[in-house]
């Protein structure tokens, strides 16, 4: 019984650390999206093609460049962030940039 009751608090102590990770995960994974967009619009602006510098500071940000679209001046990435362990083993995020009169 006792160790029934070990087991189970192993289990839920497990579980809850596999939540933190991936709610971490998915926090650096937006912020790296972000960066990396950032960067790349600025890039598009002074007349770079953008998606090789968001590779670029995708990985400075430990991430994978999933996707890369220019739009004008809009560029919009998608980055990938391993999480290294567990049930969840990647974060992803998004994000979109550029200046405000370049529209949605």
């Given at each position: 019984?006792?160790?029934?009751?070990?087991?189970?608090?192993?289990?839920?102590?497990?579980?809850?650390?596999?939540?933190?990770?991936?709610?971490?995960?998915?926090?650096?994974?937006h912020?790296?999206?972000?960066?990396?967009?950032?960067?790349?619009?600025?890039?598009?602006?002074?007349?770079?093609?953008?998606?090789?510098?968001?590779?670029?500071?995708?990985?400075?940000?430990?991430?994978?460049?999933?996707?890369?679209?220019?739009?004008?001046?809009?560029?919009?990435?998608e980055?990938?962030?391993?999480?290294?362990?567990?049930?969840?083993?990647?974060?992803?995020?998004?994000?979109?940039?550029?200046?405000?009169?370049?529209?949605?």
């Amino acid at each position: 019984m006792a160790v029934g009751l070990i087991l189970l608090g192993v289990s839920l102590m497990l579980g809850v650390a596999q939540i933190a990770v991936a709610a971490a995960g998915a926090t650096a994974a937006h912020e790296a999206a972000d960066l990396t967009a950032l960067m790349a619009a600025t890039d598009v602006l002074t007349g770079g093609s953008g998606c090789a510098t968001a590779a670029e500071y995708a990985a400075k940000n430990r991430a994978t460049l999933a996707s890369c679209q220019v739009n004008g001046w809009m560029v919009q990435v998608e980055v990938v962030k391993p999480l290294g362990f567990g049930l969840v083993t990647e974060a992803r995020g998004s994000a979109k940039a550029g200046p405000e009169f370049a529209g949605p």
